[in-house]
């Protein structure tokens, strides 16, 4: 059966058309107003942008959603959760800060900021799946522990999952940073010589004991090693290696099962609005925006993530891709942009295994509103 995804083009020749007003509209008639409860705390997810990044979607649209919500008796709050990478968003102070600076404040949002998963990226609640690559799945908490989500998502490529769309903003934004540790590497971590101070921090954090200090230094123990994830990222050292080499396909597939956890906990409670503008090469994690690939396209809104995403992803390979960007191939209408800007990653992975686990459909009507 096919989904239903509302649109809207960024096309305005008077007041009415404002593409303020259009955000409303879109929320309205995607009826993700049907999701919220009066006295319901709604978070917001949404990525508040890497310091000195440029491209990640504007306050003054996440204020439109934030209006929405409350009119419909919700409590609003804008929530991420913290990097795994060592960047201005790797804890909640560094992460507020960063938010504030790149225009989330209270002032023009009017609603509060909250790290998903804590200050030092800790707070997560585990949520048993036992799916073909996760048995358990580490969502943040202040994200999981919300009555219900309004996931916000700004579409852009990613080195590693070739679409960044709703999944992607669910799942790697909406889980701990141990939860990202999962999603990237199954692989045993690694203590580096020279970096580790012998603090003890990561082996407090151990759940399964397998990390004792000796001669001044973390010692694994890789029988006992879980691979959670829990070492790399509670190491204010970086002496314990993030491993980033898992295949692409594997990472996808991980990610629709962290969204697969949400829906599970929250059914009927999450919507989805993805801002197809200022479509970047690359994730708004980076520290700098390179030009879009793709004239701005419009927003889309619907309750299913994977249709969200698959018209997100047919909309931009219908545009023709604009020569001085970082394009590769597929410059002309109908080719995969994505895939043009990071060949070899291919962006359906994800939603066709979404597809699989139930989580929506990559058919779809896409209704027009004016």
Request: hydrophobic share 40%; aromatic share 8%; net charge neutral.
């Amino acid at each position: 059966m096919k989904s239903k995804v509302y649109f809207t083009s960024l096309r305005a020749r008077q007041e009415a058309d404002s593409l303020l007003q259009k955000v409303g509209r879109l929320f309205d008639r995607a009826g993700l107003a049907q999701s919220i409860s009066p006295g319901d705390l709604v978070g917001i997810k949404l990525h508040f942008g890497e310091r000195g990044n440029t491209a990640f979607l504007r306050p003054i649209y996440v204020r439109q959603v934030v209006e929405r919500v409350k009119a419909a008796g919700g409590k609003p709050y804008l929530v991420d959760s913290n990097t795994l990478y060592l960047g201005s968003r790797h804890n909640a102070v560094d992460h507020l800060n960063t938010a504030i600076l790149n225009g989330f404040a209270y002032a023009v949002v009017d609603a509060p900021l909250i790290i998903g998963d804590g200050l030092r990226g800790k707070d997560y609640r585990e949520v048993e799946v036992n799916l073909k690559h996760c048995r358990t799945v580490r969502l943040a908490a202040n994200v999981i522990g919300a009555d219900a989500l309004v996931v916000v998502s700004h579409v852009k490529g990613h080195l590693v999952t070739g679409l960044g769309g709703a999944i992607k903003n669910l799942a790697m934004g909406g889980a701990s940073r141990g939860g990202k540790q999962l999603m990237h590497s199954s692989l045993r971590p690694e203590v580096e010589d020279g970096k580790c101070r012998g603090c003890g921090n990561c082996a407090k954090w151990c759940p399964a004991g397998a990390i004792a200090i000796a001669g001044g230094r973390a010692v694994l123990d890789r029988e006992k090693c879980e691979g959670c994830g829990e070492c790399p990222v509670n190491c204010a050292f970086g002496a314990i290696k993030i491993q980033w080499d898992e295949k692409t396909w594997i990472v996808q597939e991980r990610m629709a099962e962290f969204v697969y956890g949400f829906h599970q906990e929250m059914p009927g409670k999450i919507g989805y609005m993805n801002f197809v503008m200022d479509v970047s090469p690359d994730c708004d994690c980076y520290s700098w925006s390179d030009a879009p690939v793709v004239p701005d396209v419009g927003i889309l809104a619907s309750t299913d993530p994977v249709a969200i995403d698959q018209a997100s992803l047919d909309l931009v390979s219908a545009q023709a891709g604009f020569a001085n960007s970082a394009l590769k191939e597929n410059h002309a209408p109908g080719k995969d942009k994505f895939a043009g800007i990071h060949p070899g990653v291919d962006p359906t992975v994800q939603l066709a295994y979404g597809e699989r686990l139930g989580l929506g459909s990559r058919e779809y009507d896409l209704i027009e509103v004016k």
